[in-house]
T-cell receptor, first 114, second 114 residues
Framework: DTAVSQTPKYLVTQMGNDKSIKCEQN?????MYWYKQDSKKFLKIMFS???????INETVPNRFSPKSPDKAHLNLHINSLELGDSAVYFC????FGTGEDTQYFGPGTRLTVL | AQSVTQPDIHITVSEGASLELRCNYSYGATPYLFWYVQSPGQGLQLLLK??????LVQGIKGFEAEFKRSQSSFNLRKPSVHWSDAAEYFCAVGGAEYGNKLVFGAGTILRVKS
């Protein structure tokens, strides 16, 4: 069974469109994350949720809106897509959300904005 | 600001040779330290982590890393590299001083030549 899954794996869309990426974890973890990996492979956290509550919100344009319907799911909605949003987006989860927690990553969603 | 530095962008080693990937961090207290590996088109997989205690930690796939407080380093080593080790390796630091989130280095791409 896949521990952290993301859909879709690839997403190609036009500038200005709105799109969503879904993430689900079956590890029973309380905390989920979204990371953005840019073209230089630099990985940076965007958001973190603990039991459906937002706990980390980095400096991310408000076109990005995470939603956590339950603690096993964390979706990422992006409005008015821009060229600079092209990246690989990784979802991750961890048990408690503390600094020593191991984070388990999904396979990533490669978003290409044309 | 807290940071993680991986000074080598690319490293090429021959199959069977030993490997050391460097990681330096800036952090006031003892950090939580991680090494992750990312194979092409895949998510990140945890290789090993250090929280406290023995400064030499063993991980999966024959990897080990040594925490050296005096040098603020957490270098990853493997005595004999296999072709399947070709991937990108990320060092990460977590802890309260980082807001309980993981901060990643820029990654080191490992190439293995036969």
């Amino acid at each position: 069974d896949t521990a952290v899954s993301q859909t879709p794996k690839y997403l190609v869309t036009q500038m200005g469109n709105d799109k969503s990426i879904k993430c689900e974890q079956n590890l029973g973890h309380d905390t989920m994350y979204w990371y953005k990996q840019d073209s230089k492979k630099f990985l940076k956290i965007m958001f973190s949720y603990n039991n459906k509550e937002l706990i980390i919100n980095e400096t991310v344009p408000n076109r990005f809106s995470p939603k956590s319907p339950d603690k096993a799911h964390l979706n990422l909605h992006i409005n008015s897509l821009e060229l600079g949003d092209s990246a690989v987006y990784f979802c991750a989860s961890s048990r408690f959300g503390t600094g020593e927690d191991t984070q388990y990553f999904g396979p990533g969603t490669r978003l290409t904005v044309l | 600001a807290q940071s993680v530095t991986q000074p080598d962008i690319h490293i090429t080693v021959s199959e069977g040779a030993s490997l050391e990937l460097r990681c330096n961090y800036s952090y006031g207290a003892t950090p939580y330290l991680f090494w992750y590996v990312q194979s092409p088109g895949q998510g990140l997989q945890l290789l090993l982590k250090y929280f406290s205690g023995d400064t030499l930690v063993q991980g999966i796939k024959g990897f080990e890393a040594e925490f050296k407080r005096s040098q603020s380093s957490f270098n990853l080593r493997k005595p004999s590299v296999h072709w399947s080790d070709a991937a990108e390796y990320f060092c990460a630091v977590g802890g309260a001083e980082y807001g309980n989130k993981l901060v990643f280095g820029a990654g080191t791409i490992l190439r293995v030549k036969s």
